[in-house]
Every structure is written in structure tokens, then in C-alpha cells.
């Protein structure tokens, strides 16, 4: 399988995987292949990519991170904790106290599953794999985090009970949103500074909500109270620095700005995994730990599988698979060589071929 822009499909391309939408439904199976009609469909509803079936990438399988079924039971999960909370006109935040608490507790319970399919997966966390539409934004961005988040705590050895905990406060890191107007949240063009401030207060409604539950660590609080912290104090809702920021905290920053930039919004598209790692780098020991976007790293495949890439010779070729704490050099199935596709693929592992480094992507291969 490959992946390639929505744009550049053509009518007759095979799917290679499933594209469902925000509800779990799927749009169009895998196997079918795509018209005219799906195509303008698919682009209407901002999916970028999909992967597709064909004589180029035969043979090239990409394993879900997480299975189907556990991601979208995980994303119903948070969509109906997320929804016994409201603001009530003049009577401040209403909170279905025995729903919520009996809510976290299966929270927990969806924690320690997707921690168990991470466990288990012994291939890097691949993204893009699933592809879904963009109007759960804030469900889907949950699920994202939390496995982002755990597979950064596992790189950095934190125990299970930890790793739990951080789960927990990846899952509910962004519960505060609930808060904030829906108009506010999918505005399309730029916010007003009264509303980018109200969307900032989804951090400490979040500790409001969270610390008032019996069954939930106050660490978990703690974790939607500083995931907009920054080392150097220009994050909010406080302003304070990096001893001051919990460490899961720290985590699930890196998680959720990552998860942020290469998701597409109301108001702009979705950056490639490498173009967001970049960003993470930039702010390595300004704004987010150093030690943390490392671990990201080596957790995360940076050129997902079936990715075509282009080399600093000129050469091209399908990512293939992944190399463990090389996420920047995985193995390769060479199509192009000098600008012309070549009948005889052959595979280059780049941490055996040193002096071949990636510069480029091309999702619109045809």
C-alpha cells in the first residue's frame, strides 16, 4: 500500500485501507475502488491522504496502531464523559458528579487497553495509518495524545503506574474544551483576543472539573491545569517554568502540540509528522523538554510507512518499513532513480547507507 494526496487520486485507484468518519461509520471500504464522486467527497470533507493498492507498493502492509474497534470504543468513551459537562447560565459549571465519576472509570479502563495494544505492537507508532474526518476534532485529538503520550513514557521507562496516570491525564487533558462555545472552538478565520483568551481558560476549567472527582488523581488535574505550560514561562494559564511543570505535564505537551499541527483544522491543513517534529526541535529546551521530544522521536515513525520520499541523490522510493531508535532512516523500495522510474525495485536500508539522507516527500507520486 501507498499513501498518496486525495488529490491526486484518480477514478479506477484502489483503497487500501478503510476511511471512516468522525462516528466510527465507514465512508469507503478498503478494496473499493475509488469514483469520481468519492474522490470530490473525500476532499470535501478535508481528508488529505489515503493509501491505495498498486504494482508500485505490492507487498507493503501497514499495521494499525491501534486496532479499529478499541480506537473508536476509546473516542465514544471520551465523547460521553465529555458531555456531562456543561456551563449553565449564571449557575457556573454543571457536572453530573456520579455519571462523571463512573465515567473515569471506564476512562481508566480505556487507558490500560490502549496501553496494552501499544505494548503490544512491536512496529513504531505509525500515524496516518486511520484516516478520519475532522469534525470530532477534540475526541479524536484525545485518543491521539494519549497514545502519543504513553509511547513517549514507555521510551522514557516510566513504570506502569505512572504510565497509567499519564494516560489518564492525556485522555483528559483537554475535558476544559467542553467549556468553551462551539463557535469559539471551529471558528475557520483568526480568533479575537476575548475569544483566544476564553479558549485558554480550557486549562483551568479542565483542573475545576477534574479536581473535584473522587476516583481521579489530583495528578491528572494537574496534567490539563499544565499541558499549555512552557519551560521558559510563555505558556499559560500561569506563566510558570520548567521545575514548577509536573513531568507528565511536560509529555503531554510535546503530544498534544505534535498532535495539533499534523491534524487538519477549521482553519488551516495538516502538517506533515517530519514538518511538526521540526517545529518540537525548534523548541527543544525553550519551550518543551528536550528529553521528551527525543523519546517522540524514537517512539514515533517520522516517514510513515508507504510514504514516498525523495533522497539527496535524486533517487525515490516507498517507505517500506521502520527501523527501531531510527525513525529518520527507515528501509526503502527504490522507484526512481535521475527522474526516471525504474522497472527494477530494489531496497535501500538507510542506516546501512549513511551517505543517503531524506530531503523531500511526494504524496502526489502517480
Known amino acids: 500500500m501507498r499513501l498518496i494526496s486525495t488529490r491526486t487520486l484518480k477514478p479506477g485507484m484502489v483503497l487500501a485501507t478503510t476511511v471512516?468518519?468522525?462516528?466510527?461509520?465507514?465512508?469507503?471500504?478498503?478494496?473499493?475502488?475509488?469514483?469520481?464522486?468519492?474522490?470530490?467527497?473525500?476532499?470535501?470533507?478535508n481528508i488529505r491522504y489515503v493509501y491505495i493498492e498498486d504494482s508500485l507498493s505490492e507487498g507493503i502492509k501497514v499495521k494499525e496502531a491501534i486496532p479499529h474497534k478499541v480506537r473508536q470504543e476509546a473516542i465514544d468513551t471520551i465523547d460521553l464523559t465529555f458531555s456531562q459537562i456543561q456551563l449553565e447560565s449564571g449557575a457556573g459549571i454543571s457536572i453530573n458528579a456520579i455519571a462523571l465519576e463512573q465515567s473515569a472509570k471506564q476512562m481508566k479502563k480505556i487507558t490500560e487497553t490502549i496501553l496494552s495494544e501499544i505494548k503490544s505492537n512491536d512496529e513504531l507508532l505509525t500515524i496516518i495509518t486511520d484516516v478520519f474526518t475532522y469534525d470530532s476534532y477534540i475526541f479524536q485529538h484525545s485518543f491521539n495524545v494519549t497514545m502519543y503520550s504513553l509511547s513517549i513514557g514507555m521510551e522514557l521507562k516510566l513504570s506502569q503506574k505512572n504510565l497509567e496516570l499519564l494516560g489518564l491525564g492525556a485522555i483528559m487533558h483537554d475535558i476544559g474544551k467542553m467549556l468553551v462555545p462551539e463557535k469559539i472552538l471551529l471558528k475557520p478565520g483568526k480568533l479575537t483576543l476575548e475569544e483566544f483568551n476564553e479558549v485558554k481558560r480550557h486549562s483551568e476549567y479542565g483542573f475545576e472539573i477534574l479536581r473535584q472527582l473522587q476516583s481521579v488523581s489530583l495528578i491528572v488535574a494537574h496534567c490539563a491545569y499544565q499541558h499549555h505550560e512552557r519551560l521558559n514561562g510563555t505558556g499559560y494559564p500561569r506563566g510558570i517554568q520548567s521545575?514548577?511543570?509536573h513531568p507528565f505535564a511536560k509529555i503531554i505537551a510535546v503530544a498534544d502540540v505534535f498532535d495539533a499541527m499534523t491534524s487538519n483544522r477549521v482553519y488551516r491543513e495538516a502538517m506533515l509528522p517530519h514538518e511538526a517534529l521540526e517545529v518540537l526541535y525548534a523548541g527543544a529546551g525553550t519551550l518543551f523538554d528536550a528529553t521528551v521530544v527525543e523519546a517522540f522521536r524514537h517512539a514515533v515513525a517520522i516517514y510513515p510507512t508507504g510514504m514516498v520520499v525523495e533522497l539527496n541523490?535524486?533517487?525515490k522510493g516507498i517507505v517500506t518499513k521502520q527501523n527501531k531508535g531510527f525513525t529518520d532512516r527507515p528501509i526503502l523500495r527504490i522507484i526512481e532513480e535521475a527522474d526516471q522510474p525504474i522497472t527494477e525495485h530494489y531496497e535501500l536500508d538507510l542506516t546501512k547507507a549513511l551517505d543517503k539522507v531524506i530531503v523531500g516527500y511526494d504524496p502526489n507520486y502517480v
Do not use: C, F, P, W
Request: aromatic share 4%.
Open 20 to 45: 471512516y468518519n468522525a462516528k466510527g461509520q465507514a465512508l469507503i471500504h478498503e478494496s473499493v475502488s475509488v469514483t469520481e464522486r468519492m474522490i470530490h467527497r473525500l476532499i470535501e470533507l
Open 243 to 245: 521545575e514548577d511543570i
Open 313 to 315: 541523490d535524486g533517487k
